[in-house]
């Protein structure tokens, strides 16, 4: 393996006037009460009308071709695009998967069918993926997979569960790694991507509460479950292969560090308002220092994906910095400002901040938890005699 490549990446000044667009757009839907800020509302705030008029104005979809209704902007568009999303605190869990990575697999990996079938929806805020790759019992170790389809008349007959399936219970699809053969000298083999319609017979949604009482996140049991062979991602038996790919998308994206952003520019302005102490600004010149940082290690890794690369060491590194700072970040306000955290509060650092605390258990678990992405960059390192720069 050569060393981690996390090259410095600089946006085209061409994305500033995308980036006022989009913050127009945003600003006009708060004063209008279409949309509330909200912590993690990348994966809490589900909003089908929101998505929707994401995509009128094309910001869903960015990487697709025009072909299949995509806009052909590009990674880095998209990037300046999902910055000023998160830092608003936009709900966009409706559209947030199919976008950022259902879609760009059946781009690499979809049949021209396929493509057909789910990409000009994704496009329009319409159609919406959940992931199928956690299953019960098996933490981080994506390929202890159980589920298995067997082969049957025109398709594949699949049995199992997956869980933590976030949005299933309102997606329409799930791309689901299942075992199809045996692992053979590695567990990596035997494996593939299917995609299931989440409405088919014999498939439960069990949704797991977050202490908030929201539901976002579920449990899928599947039971002889029938899947065409039309909806086969890629290779049968080449899932390991793929849905690696899959993950460099899924872990570096700057929602691994913005989820708490809202509550970081709430406590900014409440200190600017009473005044801070020479303490008080040095906490948040570490926080905002921590951010440009990891700003930076997650345009490299876009960059990176826009020349059609797959870093998906690089793209662990940025998950298990990412989620860390934004469980610090929470930790840090908490000492900055006296207020209860409060669902209820008519404060809106209050609420922000009993979201963010009570959210924050999730961040370093999806994804893949912090202790296992260590262990695949130290073991990728090991293995090439490579070294970070």
């Known amino acids: 393996m050569p060393a981690l490549r996390l090259d410095a990446a600089v946006p085209p000044p061409e994305l500033d006037g995308l980036r006022r667009d989009v913050r127009a757009f945003l600003?006009?839907?708060?004063?209008?009460?279409?949309?509330?800020?909200?912590?993690?509302n990348w994966l809490a705030g589900w909003?089908?009308?929101?998505?929707?008029?994401?995509?009128?104005?094309?910001?869903?979809?960015?990487?697709?071709?025009?072909?299949?209704?995509?806009?052909?902007?590009?990674?880095?568009?998209?990037?300046?695009?999902?910055?000023?999303?998160?830092?608003?605190?936009a709900p966009v869990a409706a559209h947030w998967i199919a976008?950022?990575?259902?879609?760009?697999?059946?781009?690499?990996?979809?049949?021209?069918?396929?493509?057909?079938?789910?990409?000009?929806?994704?496009?329009?805020?319409?159609?919406?993926?959940?992931?199928?790759?956690?299953?019960?019992d098996s933490g981080s170790d994506l390929a202890s997979v159980r589920t298995r389809a067997e082969r049957a008349d025109g398709g594949w007959v699949v049995n199992g569960a997956k869980v933590w399936t976030s949005g299933a219970h309102l997606a329409d699809a799930m791309i689901a790694l299942v075992r199809t053969g045996p692992a053979g000298?590695?567990?990596?083999?035997?494996?593939?991507?299917?995609?299931?319609?989440?409405?088919?017979?014999?498939?439960?949604?069990?949704?797991?509460?977050?202490l908030t009482g929201e539901h976002h996140f579920n449990e899928v049991v599947l039971t002889d479950v029938f899947v065409p062979d039309g909806r086969v991602l890629g290779t049968v038996g080449d899932g390991w292969r793929q849905v690696t790919s899959e993950l460099s998308f899924e872990r570096s994206g700057p929602e691994r560090i913005l989820s708490t952003?809202?509550?970081?520019?709430?406590?900014?302005?409440?200190?600017?308002?009473?005044?801070?102490?020479?303490?008080?600004?040095a906490r948040i010149g570490m926080l905002v220092a921590r951010l440009w940082a990891l700003r930076q290690m997650?345009?490299?890794?876009?960059?990176?994906?826009?020349?059609?690369?797959?870093?998906?060491?690089?793209?662990?590194?940025?998950?298990?910095?990412?989620?860390r700072f934004e469980g610090a970040l929470t930790e840090t306000v908490r000492l900055l400002v006296r207020v209860e955290p409060d669902l209820a509060s008519s404060d809106p650092l209050?609420?922000?901040l009993a979201q963010s605390v009570l959210h924050g258990p999730g961040f370093t678990l999806r994804g893949g938890t912090n202790e296992i992405l260590r262990g695949v960059v130290a073991k990728a390192i090991l293995a090439g005699g490579g070294e970070a720069r």
């Not at 008029?53 to 999902?82: N, Q």
Request: charged letters at 25%; proline letters at 6%; zero cysteines.
């Open 350 to 352: 209050a609420q922000l």
């Open 261 to 281: 952003f809202p509550l970081l520019a709430a406590v900014a302005g409440r200190l600017a308002e009473r005044g801070a102490d020479a303490a008080d600004r």
């Open 99 to 136: 976008d950022r990575q259902s879609g760009p697999s059946l781009l690499k990996f979809g049949t021209e069918e396929q493509r057909r079938a789910y990409l000009p929806g994704i496009a329009r805020g319409e159609t919406s993926f959940a992931i199928g790759m956690s299953e019960p």
């Open 27 to 40: 600003a006009e839907e708060i004063a209008a009460g279409r949309i509330v800020p909200h912590a993690d």
């Open 185 to 210: 000298q590695s567990r990596h083999e035997g494996l593939t991507q299917l995609i299931v319609d989440l409405r088919s017979p014999g498939l439960q949604i069990r949704p797991i509460r977050l």
């Open 47 to 89: 909003d089908p009308a929101f998505s929707r008029r994401l995509g009128e104005r094309g910001w869903i979809g960015m990487t697709f071709p025009r072909a299949y209704g995509g806009s052909e902007a590009g990674s880095l568009a998209r990037f300046a695009v999902t910055e000023e999303l998160l830092a608003a605190g």
């Open 298 to 323: 997650s345009l490299a890794v876009a960059a990176r994906l826009a020349a059609g690369d797959a870093p998906a060491i690089e793209a662990a590194v940025v998950k298990d910095l990412g989620t």
